[in-house]
């Protein structure tokens, strides 16, 4: 099984925290099949917003939530 990473972003109100202002208008980058990949897609997103303080992108690791009992 590949190791799923979620990546997406949007506006937060705290720029310290992951609460998403408005889940409708989350950017869905997308799902890649490893970390180096999900990274590239990351840092390329979240560069595009570097200005925007409230806007925030973040990885996900899906097959963590999907098998949470087998090894990282």
Same mark, same amino acid.
């Given at each position: 099984?590949?190791? /799923?990473?979620? &990546?997406? *972003?949007? %506006?937060?109100?705290? #720029?310290?925290? !992951?609460?998403?202002? =408005?889940? $409708?208008?989350? $950017?869905?980058? *997308? @799902?890649? #099949?490893?970390?180096?990949?999900?990274?590239?897609?990351?840092? *390329?997103?979240?560069? %595009?917003? @570097?200005? $925007?303080?409230?806007?925030?992108? &973040?990885? &996900?690791?899906?097959?963590? /939530? !999907?098998? #949470?009992?087998? #090894? =990282?």
């Amino acid at each position: 099984m590949h190791k /799923l990473h979620l &990546v997406m *972003g949007g %506006r937060v109100s705290d #720029p310290q925290t !992951l609460d998403f202002v =408005n889940l $409708d208008s989350l $950017d869905i980058v *997308g @799902v890649y #099949p490893d970390y180096a990949t999900a990274e590239e897609a990351w840092r *390329g997103s979240a560069q %595009r917003t @570097v200005d $925007d303080a409230e806007m925030k992108y &973040v990885i &996900v690791h899906l097959h963590k /939530l !999907l098998q #949470p009992d087998l #090894p =990282n």
